[in-house]
């Protein structure tokens, strides 16, 4: 019974499920017919959602646009701090008003930056919200960087120019001056300012200047310098005004060039004041010939020029003429506002390019006949050289 029923009973294994029971046999076909392969799982609703689609879309952009602006950056901040095209140095000129995109243009068209817009990006960038590019002219070096460019026109030191208006000229005489400068822009003022109120100096400014902006610098300059002598004056001095202060220190400015007798000329001017007696100045004969346009070089002083009624003749005034007749310096000032204490009357050229003074006119007319032998000598040396035959 026993072997009867081993024989019998079915092998035991895995079956096709897998599972442990009793082993099946297969036919042949069925043995060479594929197995089913089981279904993927399924997917989610969540993952299927056209939200999410979205967002992974989304991140792919950002991920691509702060790569790409992390590239432009870095190329905007390398080309920016690199070294220009510029192979010489150029002289480059903003005007008055221009913006920071105006400029990046004109530097670009100049071949003076690589790119305009990364000029202009970047110097935004580095610009605080009080920081500008100043007007001017400058002087660019070659091969400067962008940013070295705008460090420069951030601070403002462009090419000065200047006009020299020296001390004794009239105001026409400046006004023409300023009026031949070729950097200088714009007109003059209409109305000219009175004489002896504006300073002579040299002046600098920057291309694009304009000529009122010189005239109003030099009226404010005069107008300080004067009240600042002015309230250091000697308290005795017989001069009632600001404006008779600065006249007489136009006749002593238009009397002599030379600094130390500047004092000396002024004690003469003053002691004459206080006696009651002409000053006899020949400068203020002149100017009242011929005004702020100023005596013609070759033209001598006549004798009947001393005779002319004119309000500026002080052979024939006493006092002070009614304006100045030019426009004094520092030196000249000074002196008036504390001069020389001396006797001295009179004052004549000495030959030499200076004065000689005296106290008397006795004196003084010794020194006039002195001074005329020294004319006399120097005419008929020029005479003899120019009657002498040229040597071979």
């Not at 010489?88 to 100049?110: C, D, K, M, P």
């Not at 002598?229 to 002593?252: C, G, M, N, Q, Y």
């Not at 006795?362 to 002498?388: G, L, M, P, S, Y």
Request: hydrophobic letters at 40%; glycine letters at 6%.
């Amino acid at each position: 019974m026993n072997d009867a029923n081993e024989n019998n009973a079915a092998p035991f294994g895995r079956n096709e499920a897998g599972n442990n029971g009793p082993i099946i046999p297969k036919s042949a076909s069925e043995a060479l017919r594929p197995e089913k392969v089981p279904l993927p799982p399924r997917r989610s609703r969540k993952a299927k959602s056209q939200v999410v689609i979205f967002l992974n879309f989304l991140m792919t952009v950002i991920v691509c646009l702060t790569i790409a602006a992390a590239g432009t950056v870095y190329y905007a901040m390398s080309a920016y701090e690199d070294n220009g095209p510029l192979t010489a140095n150029t002289n480059f000129i903003v005007r008055s008003g221009a913006g920071i995109q105006e400029i990046a243009s004109n530097l670009e068209r100049n071949n003076i930056v690589s790119d305009g817009r990364v000029f202009r990006f970047m110097s935004e960038a580095y610009l605080d919200k009080n920081d500008t590019l100043k007007a001017g002219e400058y002087e660019i070096k070659a091969g400067s960087s962008m940013q070295e460019i705008m460090q420069l026109l951030k601070s403002g030191k462009s090419i000065l120019y200047s006009v020299s208006l020296p001390e004794g000229l009239t105001v026409k005489q400046m006004f023409a001056r300023l009026s031949s400068d070729p950097v200088l822009e714009g007109d003059l003022p209409a109305q000219i300012p009175a004489e002896g109120t504006l300073r002579p100096d040299t002046y600098k400014f920057s291309r694009g200047t304009k000529r009122a902006e010189i005239v109003a610098q030099m009226a404010a300059a005069q107008k300080q310098l004067v009240d600042q002598i002015w309230e250091k004056r000697d308290p005795d001095l017989p001069i009632a005004s600001r404006d008779e202060f600065v006249t007489l220190a136009s006749i002593v400015e238009k009397e002599t060039g030379i600094a130390d007798e500047r004092s000396r000329v002024a004690s003469v001017f003053i002691n004459r004041l206080e006696k009651g007696m002409r000053l006899q100045s020949d400068p203020t004969i002149i100017y009242g010939i011929f005004g702020g346009d100023g005596k013609p070089a070759d033209r001598p002083i006549l004798k009947s020029d001393l005779e002319k009624d004119t309000p500026y003749n002080t052979y024939l005034i006493k006092g002070l003429p009614p304006t100045p007749i030019a426009n004094p310096g520092r030196a000249a000032l000074e002196a008036v506002s504390n001069p020389s204490r001396t006797s001295d009357l009179y004052f004549v050229a000495d030959g030499t390019g200076g004065h000689v003074f005296a106290a008397t006119l006795d004196e003084h007319n010794n020194n006039v006949r002195r001074w005329r032998k020294i004319e006399a000598e120097k005419a008929a040396a020029a005479k003899a050289a120019e009657t002498a035959p040229a040597q071979e």
